[in-house]
């Protein structure tokens, strides 16, 4: 089985963490799927990923003073493997995982994915805990150097025998309960370990040894590491040991960052590739921010929602829903399942920016067979603004002379376009808007 061969597309659903931060359950996760199998599956939305710490018992108890409870109360099992919480995932109160829940998932047509953090349980390396299958020790795995600046729930493997036999183990155990997608946090970027800095990162080969236990196992599950920014340096390592990527932090409901969002796919331009994502995170619609204490509709209006669908499209970033499923309102489905848009997102097509400046940024989307090209007119300015771009921006060295039809994405309209030496499209677009045009 070669790496990408399950991953030909990027890969397109919805992360429980936006809207319910650590506290998700499992009659959450059934109704989000649900939903999913009703009104999204159609259009290429299928996978249901359960953010972080599904294993906390008491998670959410204590956010007033923490998001991640030290020392708190998780479930894990005998060989140092955390485990479903039983409270909130009753049906793996049996001892089978998450395997109960995938399996309802999957009866749905969707596919089954969770959060894991980077390394090893603390406890499990405290207590000893043999590895399974192997006369190895969870201490003898673990680097208490090696540790996260924001959770305190594990320590890094260590790049030996036993750190490569615990990965195996686990990945194992979650191929056996059917997962399908693993994000992996606390592995594509650390700011406790600089590059320069004595002690070195570990994320990088507990990558490769995550990605070489993916293979073991013969499942086809999707890698995707976080949180970012990612190196673009370290582009060619991220495409042999991975699928998604994030070349950002969290991403919020906010137009700064959304602005920002062009600088970061400037600089992974023309780096999308079969199998390959740089993944400019969730996408906050609806209602998000429920488990943090602050149940809001997101703060984007609609026309910077237009903005961040067309360059999450345009660009070949990963389509993972953030907002509450079961809560969405009409606007917000609209938005998410604008076929002409997602056209782009069925792993023929690839993306690259043409012009960026502070105020405005065009991006093209061109298929494998180069017969169609979408374009994106974006207003980075916070006034209303005449885009121009000149088609051989677009068509390269080829000669055109006839007349052309554009389809406006968004509005569905077909605009008729007369190409002559020296003219250019020339569109007027909202503040933070966008007008996406098919042409061909």
């Known amino acids: 089985m070669k790496k990408n061969d399950f991953a030909k597309r990027p890969p397109m659903g919805w992360n429980s963490y936006d809207y319910y931060d650590t ?6 996760i059934k109704a989000n799927a649900d939903y999913m199998a009703e009104h999204l599956k159609e259009f290429g939305y299928e996978y249901i990923v359960v953010d972080i710490e599904w294993y906390s018992n008491d998670a959410g108890s204590r956010r007033q003073d923490y998001q991640y409870i030290p020392f708190g109360d998780d479930e ?20 089978s ?4 829940l995938a399996d309802y998932v999957h009866s749905k047509g969707l596919k089954f994915g969770i959060h894991i953090m980077r390394g090893i349980p603390r406890q499990a390396a405290h207590d000893r805990c043999k590895i399974h299958g192997t006369d190895f020790t969870c201490d003898i795995a673990a680097d208490a150097w090696s540790i996260c600046g924001w959770n305190p729930d594990m320590y890094g493997v260590r790049a030996n025998e036993a750190g490569q036999a615990y990965y ?12 399908d997608f693993i994000k992996c946090d606390d592995i594509c970027d650390s700011f406790l370990y600089p590059d320069h800095g004595r002690i070195k990162f570990s994320g ?33 390592f991220y495409e042999e040991n991975a699928n998604m990527w994030r070349i950002t932090d969290d991403f919020w409901d906010d137009y700064r960052l ?106 093209k989307n061109k298929d494998e067979d180069k017969t169609e090209i979408h374009v994106g007119l974006f207003n980075l300015s916070d006034e209303e603004k005449e885009i121009e771009l000149d088609l051989k921006d677009l068509y390269e060295d080829e000669i055109l002379e006839n007349a ?17 030496n020296g003219d250019a499209i020339r569109k007027t677009v909202p503040a933070h808007g966008v007008t996406v045009y098919r042409i061909g």
């Open 23 to 28: 506290k998700v359950t499992e009659a959450e």
């Open 76 to 95: 894990m099992d005998e060989f140092g493997r955390f485990q479903p919480s039983p409270n909130r995932f009753p049906s793996s109160a049996d001892g």
């Open 97 to 100: 995982g998450f395997k109960n």
């Open 168 to 179: 195996d183990d686990l990945i194992a155990m979650y191929a056996d309960w059917g997962v």
């Open 204 to 236: 990088y080969e507990e990558t490769k040894m995550i990605h070489r236990a993916i293979e073991k196992t013969g499942r086809s599950i999707v890698l995707s590491l976080s949180p970012g920014p990612a190196h673009v340096d370290r582009a060619f």
């Open 258 to 363: 959304l602005k920002e969002m062009f600088y970061r796919c400037e600089s992974w331009n023309k780096r999308t590739s079969r199998g390959n994502y740089p993944d400019c995170d969730m996408l906050p619609i609806g209602m998000v921010g429920y488990g943090f204490g602050d149940e809001r509709r997101s703060n984007f209006t609609n026309d910077e929602i237009k903005t961040m669908m067309s360059l999450w499209c345009l660009f070949g970033s990963p389509l993972m829903i953030g907002g509450e499923l079961t809560k969405l309102e009409e606007i917000d489905v609209k938005h998410l399942t604008n076929k002409a848009l997602l056209k782009v997102m069925d792993g023929h097509h690839y993306g690259e920016q043409v012009r960026r400046t502070d105020s405005e940024a065009v991006w």
């Open 404 to 420: 052309i039809d554009m389809t406006d994405v968004w509005e569905g309209k077909v605009e008729a376009f007369s190409y002559k």
